[in-house]
């Protein structure tokens, strides 16, 4: 590690924290107003990108032991099932479906089929900007 390094490293801890977070609150606010899966998929791949940037990219393989390309495929999955489910239930295309939970200790949780949406959409996102971005480095095939 070079001298100018470790100002990289030691300020990228705590801002990777702040974008995830950031990631999640984008993601969760997202079925109520501007943000969800696709602008939560690329603040978190902003947070990965610092993490390859600052880090030793073989110790982030070693740590993340995925191929991103599979979260291409499980995002995907994910998204469609929430299309077609309604279906299978006997309802219309696109159908939407929530429900609020009585959580202890948390309080009132609003599920929405949406949200389960806007997830496979942040999956799908991230996977593919993150193959991109990796297969033009020359570190994935």
Known sequence: MRENDVLLVTISKVVIVIILTFGFYIFFSGHNGPGGGFIGGLVFTSAFILMFLAFDAE??????????????????????????????????????????????GVGEIHFTTVTVFEFGILLTVLGVVMTILLTISGDQK
Request: avoid cysteine; aromatic fraction near 20%.
């Open 59 to 104: 110790k982030i393989r070693q740590s993340l032991p995925f191929d991103f390309r599979y979260l291409i495929v499980g995002g995907s999955v994910i998204s469609l099932s929430t299309l077609f489910l309604p279906l299978f239930l006997g309802d219309e295309w696109l159908t939407q479906y929530d429900e609020y939970y009585q959580l202890p």
